[in-house]
């Protein structure tokens, strides 16, 4: 089921070769980035999913990392809003997680921390319970005070946690931008389902050498 589908060495080229096979199933839609109007949300990018022995690693979200950060260093030069999402739950709030997965994130588990990577003091962070980083947080909120309209939606799991947090975006009203290569899952199959099925109605798959170009003009 997993499989690294991204290397540093090759997540370059295949995510390039990604984006014009979801172009050519699905109109490009061209609307563009507006930098000054968005923000950028890194979900769950926890050693949970990124230490390689922890049984819920991802094999290709190490390669994401430097890219991310390559964002997150942007959006700081720029003075734009970045916002982590850190999945916990106890009991009491994890509602149909712990059976699906016979498992929990819980507050005292070490791995539940942000990689040492991604280390951005100023940024926000928004501790969530569920797959939608809006289900009774205040990640809206946050972006409505910032006047934000298009988020940047990075990290992992991209079929679960990223895909799902992009839908809840749209429905909020808030213009959503997918890097490929921003995001990660654990094999070939659900990266590419979950951009495909953004693409048509939901999200602008994209680069993040295009997102970067924009933020640094």
């Known amino acids: 089921m997993k499989n690294p589908y991204f290397t540093h060495e090759t997540i370059d080229g295949v995510s390039r070769e990604m984006l014009r096979t979801i172009e050519k199933s699905n109109k490009k839609r061209r609307f563009a980035f507006s930098p000054s109007r968005s923000a950028l949300i890194i979900l769950d990018m926890q050693k949970y999913f990124l230490d390689q022995n922890s049984h819920a690693f991802v094999p290709s979200a190490p390669s994401i990392v430097p890219k991310i950060k390559r964002l997150a260093n942007a959006f700081v030069q720029s003075d734009l809003p970045i916002i982590f999402t850190r999945h916990i739950n106890s009991s009491e709030d994890s509602q149909l997680m712990a059976s699906w997965w016979n498992d929990l994130i819980t507050e005292d588990n070490?791995?539940?921390e942000i990689i040492d990577e991604l280390q951005f003091p100023r940024a926000k962070i928004v501790k969530k319970t569920q797959y939608d980083g809006f289900y009774k947080t205040d990640l809206e909120d946050?972006?409505?005070?910032?006047?934000v309209c298009q988020l940047v939606i990075t990290g992992v799991l991209s079929h679960l946690c990223c895909e799902t947090t992009a839908r809840s975006a749209f429905v909020r009203g808030f213009f959503v931008f997918l890097p490929i290569d921003g995001t990660a899952t654990y094999?070939?199959?659900?990266?590419?389902a979950t951009c495909l099925n953004l693409s048509h109605g939901f999200a602008i798959p994209v680069l993040v050498d295009?997102?970067?170009?924009?933020?640094?003009t």
């Open 110 to 112: 070490s791995l539940s």
């Open 142 to 147: 946050i972006l409505l005070k910032r006047g």
């Open 187 to 192: 094999n070939d199959e659900f990266h590419r």
């Open 210 to 216: 295009e997102l970067l170009k924009s933020l640094e």
